[in-house]
């Protein structure tokens, strides 16, 4: 049985329970090297295989996962994050099922969320914007035409932008091109949730100077909307006027 875990986005404390019982008793563990705390790994039990994936190809992994499996060991496949957004893992389930190798899915803390917890920040502000895009600027991966930076800008929701922080001249220009003003919120946050955290936060018109001499690096997420910092009306959810299945109007 292969487990796919998410590790969440570095702290070792925001790694689910039910990922850490795997971690514990796995046989063989295969972790995303790059970005996963190796931290992590104290939870595996002595004597476990522990693989590094940064210098594995995908069927390196999937051999020795099927290796595993002929011997009758357990094995947790670590991912950053959670492995649904940037995970690549949907070509290795294919490779499992393909092979008769049984395997779940454990979510795990996505760093978007980490950085909005980082930032303190709600990203649905009533008023404001209740939609979250979840994207990347185009790197060795393409990027669809119609999901370009440019085109999402112009629903002026708040944006939560992956594996672009080397490329944050054209992110800043690829927004202003879709629409945002130049004072538009942004902020960047680097190993959200490590001791190393970072936070730097501007405006669309001055970010790229911002983070100059900062040494941020690949591990960072570009925020931008307007939730940042933004006048928002209150949230109907607690208003005292408003009645729903657990509470009823007080006025
Ligand atoms: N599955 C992961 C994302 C993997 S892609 C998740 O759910 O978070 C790798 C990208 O994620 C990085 O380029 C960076 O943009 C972002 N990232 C990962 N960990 C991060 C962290 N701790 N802080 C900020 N961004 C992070």
Request: aromatic share 6%.
């Amino acid at each position: 049985m292969v487990h796919i875990v998410g590790a969440g986005p570095g702290d070792p404390e925001l790694i689910t329970v039910k990922g850490v019982k795997y971690l514990k008793e796995a046989d063989v563990v295969i972790y995303a090297g790059s970005l996963v705390n190796p931290a992590l790994l104290e939870y595996c039990k002595e004597g476990a295989a522990i693989h590094n994936s940064a210098h594995m190809t995908l069927d390196e992994v999937v051999e020795t996962i099927e290796k595993a499996e002929a011997e009758g060991k357990m094995t947790v496949r670590l991912h950053t994050g959670d492995p649904a957004i940037y995970g690549a893992i949907q070509e290795q389930m294919d490779a499992f099922s393909k092979r008769g190798i049984e395997y779940d899915v454990t979510p795990g803390v996505s760093s978007f969320l980490a950085t909005a917890a980082a930032l303190r920040q709600e990203y649905t502000l009533p008023g404001i914007s209740q939609t979250v895009i979840i994207t990347r600027n185009e790197g060795r991966t393409p990027v669809p035409d119609r999901e370009k930076l440019r085109s999402l800008a112009s629903h002026q929701a708040t944006m939560c932008i992956f594996l672009s922080i080397t490329m944050l001249d054209k992110v800043v220009q690829e927004l202003l091109a879709g629409g945002y003003t130049e004072d538009t919120p942004i902020a960047i946050v680097q190993k959200a949730s490590w001791p190393e955290q970072k936070i730097v936060r501007g405006t669309l018109q001055t970010i790229c100077e911002d983070i100059k001499d900062q040494n941020i690096d690949r591990t960072a997420m570009i925020v931008v909307g307007h939730c940042l910092g933004a006048e928002y009306e209150l949230s109907r959810l607690y208003a005292s006027e408003f009645t729903h299945m657990f509470r009823k109007a007080s006025k």
